[in-house]
């Protein structure tokens, strides 16, 4: 999944993005509201970790803006400031978790977990299709009564591809939400990965299939 940071503090940034990119999620750290505002404006994120205290301006107000702008991108907010009223009023404001600093990196993943579940209205991490079942939360992809452990890449381009059979991703758009900006990177990963995944796939009624000028698409045959 891709995840925005938005958060000024150097070395707290750099850990979180350490341990989220350790299970293969790719983050894109904004340490301002101005370059958070870039990126939300050209990048489509599965979730924003969101630092209230801001060099140049408040979060609140940026989490404001998203949601009266209808993009309802699950967002954790991570404050100092632990007053019930405060908690309370970045929950109305549109938030849909919040952590206390000094944040413990366990309990994040876990709420990012569970906020994901909540906005996909399921508690289950596998998913199916024919004769295929995925686990996305250990990687491991089930065809037939084979069990294949997907490495990180192959794992996230699954994911993709997984939560939306049928519909067709071009290159640019799975290199956007596999790698972060700072990753120099060719369309022709996507090819590697792409290949890889249907050898895990050989033997099964499940196929990527190519189309031709557009991109690629998960289905059914």
Known sequence: MRFLLIE????????VVDRLSLDGHVVDHAGDLETARDYVATTSYDMILLDIMLPDGDGSS?????????????????????????RISLLDLGADDYMVKPIDFAELEARCRAVLRR???SASSVLSLGAIR???ASGVLHVGAAATQLRTR???LFEVLINA???????P??????????????????EVYVARLRKHLAGS????????GLGYKLEQT
Do not use: Q
């Open 173 to 190: 758009a799975l290199v956007d939400r596999l790698f972060s900006y700072d990753e120099e990177v060719s369309e022709n990963a996507i």
């Open 8 to 15: 000024d503090n150097a070395p707290l940034a750099a850990a």
């Open 62 to 86: 940026f989490l404001t803006h998203l949601r009266l702008t209808e993009n309802r991108t699950p967002t954790i907010v991570l404050t100092a400031r632990s007053e019930i009223s405060d």
């Open 134 to 136: 995925f686990d996305s």
């Open 119 to 121: 906005r996909g209205s």
């Open 205 to 212: 009624d499940v196929t990527i299939t190519t189309v031709r």
């Open 165 to 171: 059979p049928g519909m067709i991703f071009s290159k």
């Open 154 to 156: 192959e794992l996230r």
